[in-house]
């Protein structure tokens, strides 16, 4: 069965992930922002939803996921807006990889670390694709619903920058299961 993935989907799979961090994978950017992914992003088989990526700052992002929903019973999970603010913590090998800081609603209302990394592809097309790491490509954790809430940042950087160092590694580094997309462009920044 085909499944369908919306942007609805980054809800779910914000609140259902092990991989929310405590800090961020580095304390700075490491590369420049990627124009690419500026504006408004929809799947044409979710109208309502939208996810709106803009400039803030010199090299970060501001991102608000809208799951569209009018009113509260419409909703699977949390809030019907999220807001991200974050920045690349690219891997070497060209990997496009963002820590995105949970800033709206606050994450301890919601029961979450603040900080996850999110990798994307811009293809051909133009369309874009995000992915949750997969948790089997981090270094061992602790246990719990947040088993890397304490470990540093930096570490998980490094071991992830040594695992994605081969043509093995760099195919088992994201989840394909948490593919959110295609995501085609609604509006242009």
Same mark, same amino acid.
């Given at each position: 069965m085909k499944r #369908?993935? %919306?942007l609805l989907a980054l809800l779910a799979l914000l609140a259902l992930s092990a991989c929310h961090l405590g800090e961020p994978l580095l304390p700075e950017p490491n590369a420049d922002r990627d124009p690419r @992914? @500026?504006? +408004?992003? *929809?799947?044409?088989e979710q109208p309502g939803a939208s996810l709106r990526i803009t400039a803030e700052g010199d090299?970060? $992002?501001r991102i608000v996921h809208d799951t569209g929903a009018k009113e509260e019973n419409d909703r699977? #999970?949390?809030p019907g807006k999220m807001t991200f603010v974050g920045y690349h913590t690219d891997l070497p090998g060209g &990997?496009? #990889? #963002?820590s995105l800081e949970l800033k709206d609603p606050?994450? !301890? +209302? &919601? +029961? @979450?670390?603040?900080w996850l990394p999110l990798g994307y592809e811009v293809k051909a097309d133009g369309t874009v694709v995000f992915r949750l790491l997969d948790y089997r490509s981090l270094p061992p954790g602790g246990d719990?619903? *947040?088993? $890397? %809430?304490?470990?540093p940042g930096r570490k998980i950087w490094d071991h992830l920058a040594k695992v994605a160092s081969t043509p093995e590694g760099r195919a088992r580094l994201f989840d394909s299961d948490t593919a959110i997309g295609p995501l085609q462009r !609604?509006?242009?920044p």
């Open positions: #369908l993935l %919306a @992914l @500026l504006g +408004e992003w *929809h799947n044409p090299r970060r $992002y699977d #999970l949390g &990997i496009r #990889l #963002l606050p994450p !301890k +209302e &919601i +029961e @979450l670390q603040p719990g619903p *947040h088993p $890397y %809430a304490g470990m !609604k509006r242009a």
